[in-house]
Nanobody, 123 residues
Framework: VQLQASGGGLVQAGGSLRLSCAAS????????MGWFRQTPRKEREFVAA????????LYADFVKGRFTISRDNAKNTLSLQMNSLKPEDTAVYYC?????????????????WGQGTQVTVSS
């Protein structure tokens, strides 16, 4: 199993970034997927999740209306469109696979993780 996150970078507050996660080594279309983030001062934090088919999504309250999770099962790719970014969104963002077929936010239900991509939002 390999998850390769990309798309992070430095952006000003109010700007946008689109993160991608390229998946390989498993049946991507059979797995619920999620995005999490982590800073040195905080525990791993749930951002968003999506069902295997992409028909339902789940978001943390602090990103509702700003971030959109999506997936392309034909390309084995998970995405996170981030708009109206704030300095407090600064973190390393990780994509991960849920080990069961549930849409949920607890990180301990996710068994495979990408290497993370750094997002830095300047004020």
């Amino acid at each position: 199993v390999q998850l390769q996150a990309s798309g992070g970078g430095l952006v000003q507050a109010g700007g946008s970034l689109r993160l991608s996660c390229a998946a390989s080594g498993f049946s991507f279309s059979d797995h619920e997927m999620g995005w999490f983030r982590q800073t040195p001062r905080k525990e791993r934090e749930f951002v968003a999740a999506i069902t295997s088919s992409g028909d339902r999504t789940l978001y943390a309250d602090f990103v509702k209306g700003r971030f959109t999770i999506s997936r392309d099962n034909a390309k084995n790719t998970l995405s996170l469109q981030m708009n109206s970014l704030k300095p407090e969104d600064t973190a390393v963002y990780y994509c991960a696979t849920d080990r069961d077929s549930y849409l949920r936010s607890q990180w301990y239900y996710y068994d495979y993780w990408g290497q993370g991509t750094q997002v830095t939002v300047s004020s």
